[in-house]
């Protein structure tokens, strides 16, 4: 079971139907996956890009090992505690149990999931207003006041972590039966619905990554360096538990994904930029299924 009904709803089928685009890209004469697809122009110079970004980023780190580790990094004060991830995760349950009563392909379950994670965001604003000790701006990072920067970072962070992402979910295409395409994209693709659409990529390029950068990293994250006083334990266990929550196939890419999330989140302090990086992975996702 699946606690985020959102993210069942849309980002796994976003993350399939990415694989499923990653994976046939090329196409082929007879239907079958092809081990090396033939990657579209635009999506080749993005990864060349980004391939170099990220060994400059490495022999950055390695002449610089200090900012790798995270020691110096200040700690988000706080008294999150475990009744609020469980308050959290009881909002959850009753998101699920309200879209759940809805039939299976109902747009009204996936516009009720979407809901679900806005009143998610909302109460983890809520709690961390309450919890940390900088509030939402110093505390939780919730702010634009460094936003040029931050803006480099998440697009920076994005690319240097795409081509690590992009050849996990191949890896992952060539596992026999593992993939499986959500009900929901074949209902949209089948009703052709304007508005459907739209709502799908709004709520995956921008509610789903405010919603759960939110959660993992500014609340989970947070506690867990809180108790642990380690800020890669904390990076390691909020990126499982985040990949934990999507399909299986998914689940090594989305970790790498929110390990490099977690880790610009610790070294600025600041959401801006892991919501920036988590927003153009669904969007170029979107892309890739709108494009098909």
Same mark, same amino acid.
């Given at each position: 079971?699946?606690? *985020?009904?959102? #993210?069942?709803?849309?980002?796994?089928?976003?993350?399939?139907?990415?694989?499923?685009?990653?994976?046939?890209?090329?196409?082929?004469?007879?239907?079958?996956?092809?081990?090396?697809?033939?990657?579209?122009?635009?999506?080749?110079?993005?990864?060349?890009?980004?391939?170099?970004?990220? +060994?400059?980023?490495?022999?950055?780190?390695?002449?610089?090992?200090?900012?790798?580790?995270?020691?110096? #990094?200040?700690?988000?004060?706080?008294?999150?505690? /475990?009744?609020?991830?469980?308050?959290?995760?009881?909002?959850? /349950?009753?998101?699920?149990? +309200?879209?759940?009563?809805?039939? =299976?392909?109902?747009?009204?379950?996936?516009?009720?999931?979407?809901?679900?994670? $806005?009143?998610?965001?909302?109460?983890?604003?809520?709690?961390?207003?309450?919890?940390?000790?900088?509030?939402?701006?110093?505390?939780?990072? +919730? #702010? /634009?006041?460094?936003?040029?920067?931050?803006?480099?970072?998440?697009?920076?962070?994005?690319?240097? *972590?795409?081509?690590?992402? %992009?050849?996990?979910?191949?890896?992952?295409?060539? $596992? &026999?039966?593992?993939?499986?395409?959500? &009900? /929901?994209?074949?209902?949209?693709?089948?009703?052709?619905?304007?508005?459907? #659409?739209?709502?799908?990529? %709004?709520?995956?390029? +921008?509610?789903?990554?405010?919603?759960? =950068?939110?959660?993992?990293?500014?609340? $989970?994250?947070?506690?867990?360096?809180?108790?642990?006083?380690?800020? @890669?334990?904390?990076?390691?266990?909020?990126?499982?538990? %985040?990949?934990?929550?999507?399909?299986? @196939?998914? @689940?090594?890419?989305?970790?790498?994904?929110?390990?490099?999330?977690?880790?610009?989140?610790?070294?600025?302090?600041?959401?801006?930029?892991?919501?920036? *990086?988590?927003?153009? %992975?669904?969007?170029?996702?979107?892309?890739?299924?709108?494009?098909?």
């Amino acid at each position: 079971m699946r606690l *985020i009904p959102n #993210t069942q709803l849309v980002l796994a089928g976003i993350s399939a139907r990415m694989g499923d685009f990653l994976a046939n890209a090329g196409g082929g004469s007879s239907g079958a996956q092809s081990i090396i697809p033939v990657i579209p122009s635009w999506r080749l110079f993005l990864l060349s890009l980004g391939l170099l970004l990220l +060994v400059a980023w490495i022999i950055h780190r390695l002449l610089s090992k200090q900012k790798f580790s995270l020691d110096r #990094t200040p700690a988000r004060d706080n008294n999150l505690n /475990l009744l609020h991830l469980l308050f959290i995760v009881f909002l959850m /349950l009753v998101g699920m149990s +309200v879209a759940g009563s809805f039939e =299976e392909n109902s747009k009204w379950r996936f516009i009720v999931g979407a809901l679900g994670q $806005i009143v998610i965001a909302a109460a983890v604003i809520y709690i961390a207003a309450q919890s940390f000790r900088g509030r939402l701006k110093r505390g939780l990072g +919730v #702010t /634009l006041r460094r936003w040029k920067s931050d803006l480099a970072r998440g697009v920076i962070g994005y690319l240097a *972590i795409a081509p690590v992402c %992009f050849v996990l979910l191949q890896l992952m295409a060539m $596992i &026999p039966d593992l993939q499986d395409t959500h &009900p /929901l994209l074949e209902q949209m693709d089948m009703s052709k619905s304007p508005f459907l #659409t739209f709502l799908f990529v %709004f709520v995956a390029v +921008v509610v789903a990554p405010l919603s759960e =950068e939110l959660l993992f990293r500014g609340m $989970i994250q947070s506690m867990i360096r809180k108790y642990m006083k380690n800020a @890669w334990i904390a990076i390691i266990v909020a990126s499982t538990l %985040f990949a934990m929550l999507h399909p299986l @196939w998914s @689940w090594p890419a989305l970790f790498v994904l929110a390990v490099a999330m977690g880790y610009n989140y610790e070294r600025c302090g600041r959401l801006m930029p892991s919501i920036l *990086i988590h927003s153009l %992975f669904n969007a170029v996702a979107c892309i890739g299924w709108l494009t098909m």
